[in-house]
Nanobody, 114 residues
Framework: QVQLVESGGGLVQPGGSLRLSCAAS????????MGWYRQAPGKQRELVAT???????NYVDSVKGRFTISRDNAKNMVYLQMNSLKAEDTAVYYC????????WGQGTQVTVSS
């Protein structure tokens, strides 16, 4: 059974930082591309960042220079370091594992507000 469990969300002030974590089980993690997506209220889910099984990263323009995706294949973990957070980063953040089929976590809420 595939499980992706996100953690690390919360309430942070504008300009602050958070680190999201996603623990994967039930897959051969090192083979999968991993991604972080987000969905704000009333909006469609959007790609935030991806990392291939070889470590190549990609980011949506709005987070470039502020967010960093990384993975630890030994721990079956993927991370999203988020710095200089803005109100518009407020959303539920989801972890995705992709190798042909997609798997998703349940999401973790990130709220950026003063």
């Amino acid at each position: 059974q595939v499980q992706l469990v996100e953690s690390g969300g919360g309430l942070v002030q504008p300009g602050g930082s958070l680190r999201l974590s996603c623990a994967a089980s039930g897959i051969i993690f090192r083979l999968y591309a991993m991604g972080w997506y987000r969905q704000a209220p009333g909006k469609q889910r959007e790609l935030v960042a991806t990392i291939t099984n070889g470590g190549i990263t990609n980011y949506v323009d709005s987070v470039k220079g502020r967010f960093t995706i990384s993975r630890d294949n030994a721990k079956n973990m993927v991370y999203l370091q988020m710095n200089s957070l803005k109100a518009e980063d407020t959303a539920v953040y989801y972890c995705q594992a992709k190798l042909g089929a997609d798997y998703w976590g349940q999401g973790t809420q990130v709220t950026v507000s003063s």
